[in-house]
């Protein structure tokens, strides 16, 4: 079984909906990230999350909101999707830095297609 | 200004060939780099992590140069698998990861 988990993994709607995407992880980690990738733009930080009580934005948030709803559950809503987020969403996770500031990998999840029309 | 810059290619190569891709960083304070592949429609993985003092995977060596600012990732001996986008990424703080658009490279028999 994959270690991070997304659903769904392709969704079409419709201008206006209010959309949610789901990422579960079973690596244990505390760190979990929402991301956006657009081509020729690489991948762009939406939210991330530290643990179940610290959610921060990224970049690239409005127009989206996050949830934490357990160490291993993170979800993404769009309130009312529009077409320009229309884009290839990941969800990663990772642990934090070592005492000695190691590094730090994230996993990803295999991303959820969303085409907002 | 984007925080990682890279050469989007295609590099298109012959098996065997040599090929390296360079990544340059707009925030002097960036303490973690890294080389992840990512294939068609499929999510990044971690190929490397860079050091400072260099590291060698392999067929795969990565650098980095702090004082100009930018990291490189050479492939040696390259295989039709190795075919995929190399994103460029680079954190501060630890963070928030800035990802690279990538650059492509494809191997041709």
């Known amino acids: 079984d994959a270690d991070v988990t997304q659903t769904p993994r392709n969704r079409i709607t419709k201008t206006g909906k209010r959309i949610m995407l789901e990422c579960s992880q079973t690596k244990g980690h505390d760190r979990m990230y929402w991301y956006r990738q657009d081509p020729g733009l690489g991948l762009r930080l939406i939210y991330y999350?530290?643990?179940?009580?610290?959610?921060n934005k990224g970049e690239i948030s409005d127009g989206y909101s996050v949830s934490r709803q357990a160490q291993a559950k993170f979800s993404l809503s769009l309130e009312s999707a529009i077409p320009n987020q229309t884009a290839l969403y990941f969800c990663a996770t990772s642990e934090p830095p070592g005492l000695a500031g190691g590094w730090n990998e994230q996993f990803f999840g295999p991303g959820t297609r969303l085409t907002v029309l | 200004r984007k925080e990682v810059e890279q050469d989007p290619g295609p590099f298109n190569v012959p098996e065997g060939a040599t090929v390296a891709f360079n990544c340059t960083y707009s925030n002097s304070a960036s303490q973690s780099f890294f080389w992840y592949r990512q294939d068609c429609r499929k999510e990044p993985k971690l190929l490397m992590s860079?050091?400072?003092s260099g590291n060698e995977d392999g067929r795969f060596t990565a650098q980095l140069n702090r004082a100009s600012q930018y990291i490189s990732l050479l492939i040696r001996d390259s295989k039709l698998s190795d075919s995929a986008t190399y994103l460029c990424?680079?954190?501060?703080?630890?963070?928030?990861?800035?990802f690279g658009s990538g650059t492509k490279l494809n191997v041709k028999p």
């Open positions: 860079v050091y400072s």
């Open positions: 990424v680079v954190n501060y703080n630890f963070n928030k990861f800035y």
């Open positions: 999350s530290f643990d179940v009580k610290d959610i």
